[in-house]
């Protein structure tokens, strides 16, 4: 029986590593884009300027890079817009001037395919805005990751991976806590930090949907630290924790 018990409970907690893992490949994933895409675009003092593109596409997509340039000068500017797009794995630069009347705003987007990918999985854009007159320059980045799963677009390939991971998180803790109720004190010792690596991992994800890359090194960071602590907990203790 106490066999038994080990073994469903080991394969819980491995279902649920699975998920938390699944999502830490994810959003480690945009994090290396993300850095990626600032090595790969040369830097200048510019303001920030946001730049649109979608987090993941499939390999049989096009997918496009946007963004809107404005005018806040009370005369017509004609700013330099140039995108540094990887292409082939050499940086391809396009550069467009814009005629934009005074506190006009105007949308500008650029296509982008596997041609365009480098490292095998990435595609990577930075966009600069030049100064003119008064206006400042600005400057964006964007990058976004590639992949391929049977035949879906990138949408529903984002969308499987955060169910997948979150499903597999949700079904290993359910599994292993109807094997150990009612939780021991011991138990819920053991549980506590396996609820914060779910949370820090999730938290990672939401991050990365975000693109809020300063937040994935930092929750990252803490997932691994905190996974490594609970493996070797695990090893360390392999039998079941029952009091």
Known sequence: MKIKIFVRSLVAILLFLAGVF??????????????????????????????KCPLVLST????????????SLNEEALPVVTASISHNNIPQ??????????????????????SNLIFDRLILAGISQMSYSDL?????????LVLHFLGLNGTAILILLCSISLLCIIAGGIIWLRIHAPLKEADTALAQPFVGLAVLATLGVITALLRWWGLIILLDGLTLILAGVICTEVLLNPQPRRQ
């Open 22 to 51: 699944l999502e830490l490949a994810f959003s480690s994933s945009v994090l290396w884009g993300e850095i990626e895409t600032r090595v790969y675009t040369p830097k200048s003092d510019s303001l920030s300027l946001a730049v």
């Open 136 to 144: 400042p320059g600005r400057q964006g980045y964007c990058s976004i």
């Open 60 to 71: 049989n997509e096009t997918g496009s890079i946007s963004t809107v340039i404005s005018n």
């Open 93 to 114: 630069e396009i550069s467009d001037t814009l005629t934009l009347a005074p506190h006009a705003s105007k949308s500008i987007q650029w296509h982008v395919d596997t």
